[in-house]
Every structure is written in structure tokens, then in C-alpha cells.
């Protein structure tokens, strides 16, 4: 069974906080947890939630999801476009943090980030489509177009980073086959693949397929690194050509 971050329904009162959608309409990244062991949090630097101003969201909190957000009270309700209605309990916010109850004994705290233009959202449904579980087997044709829009995110992230002007972005949690240096990228062997990328298929023959289509891409395509000190725009060129290797 997957983990999933649905949280507990009790209400606390709180005082001084006013909630409105110019303070919680942001993109959250999770950052640490209050009171909590650390073998109990699933949550790792790439976990999300991103809160657009027309009430449409997408999260990462152990599931990708997307779909309307609403605000009653100091309860945030994520309602996904398959249904399924998560509740969130605000704790505290604050106009650049942001605190949520995750459990009896411990709550999750975030960041906010700028949100992107949604052409050019690393966060948005269109981009994460490679996050989506498979419901069965995939074709080699389903399996590249898995591949390449993991390829598209990338190139949407490190846009992101590069147009906001981010000192440091972390590319070490996002659930990646691809391993990402200063200066390049290797691909993962399947034993070093992490669990949660692992669970976006159908089976363990199909993870071990797309990492075999994703090294014979790399093995039989080179890439041309982009001259530039700057190390956004060297990974954008780079999976730009990624993406289009998978076409």
C-alpha cells in the first residue's frame, strides 16, 4: 500500500491569523516536521504544494494529485479531479511559511516559492505526468512518453530556478532515475532506483524496461553540453535534448 498524506480532522483555535488566498495561494515546498521520529515522515524536500490563484492545485505530499483547492476556516480542502477530497489543517500561517497538521503528534512545515507562469510550470499536471501510477502494463510507446515528460519537468525545474534566480535547487529527493552532478548526469542502476519512482509502474518488468529504454538513449545519443558557466542553462539544454531523443 502507498503512503498517501491525509491528515487528522480536529479543530484547534487560533488566534491572530487571518487566512486569505493572497497568503495561501503560493507553491509550498516542504522543509521540516515539528514533534515528529524520524522514521514516521514520509515528506523529503520534494514534496509540494502548489496553491494557484484561480483555485486549481497540484501536490506532492506521498501522492501526486491535482485538482480545486478551497479555504474554510483554517481548513484547506484539496479536492483531486478523481474525487477524492483531501482535508488539510492549517496551523499557523505566515506570509512565507506555512504550517500543516500531519498527524496526533506532529505537524509539516514549508517554504513558499514563487509560483511559475503555468506555461512554464515545473509543478503543473502537464509536467508530471510521469508521476501518475500505472493502472496496467505499458507499451514501449507509453513507457518513452513516460520518459520524456520526466525529461520535460526537468527542463521546466531548471527553468524555473534559472528565471527566479535561485541560488540552489534540490535535485537529490525529486524520484528520479537520473542522478544529477554539478557538471552532468548518469542514469541509476535499477538496485539504486528510489522506491517511490519505482511505484509509477505497473510492475517491476516495466520499471527494469524503462531504465533499459532510458540507458539505450543515453548510450546511442550524444549530447551537446552547452558552453555556459551556468549550470540551469547547461541542464535546460540538456534534457531539452533528452525530451526530443524520446520523440
Known sequence: MKNSFLLILPIFILCGCQFNKPQISQLWFYTYSSDSLADQNILSPANFLELRPDNTFTADLGRFRH???SLRDQQLFLTAD???INILLIN???SHEIQIQAGHDHAANFDA????????DPFSNSNNLWRRVARGRETDVLLRSRLRNHCKFWVAYFTWALNNE???VDVRSTPTPIKIYGNGFTIKPYSDLPDTWKGYF???ADCRK?????EEVVRTHTIAWAHTENKYKMFISAFQQMEHFFK
Open 67 to 69: 485538482g480545486q483547492w
Open 210 to 214: 524503462a531504465n533499459d529504454l532510458l
Open 92 to 94: 499557523s500561517l505566515r
Open 166 to 168: 535561485l541560488t540552489t
Open 82 to 84: 478523481d474525487g477524492d
Open 113 to 120: 516559492q514563487p509560483i511559475p507562469p503555468i506555461e512554464k
Open 202 to 204: 505497473y510492475d517491476s
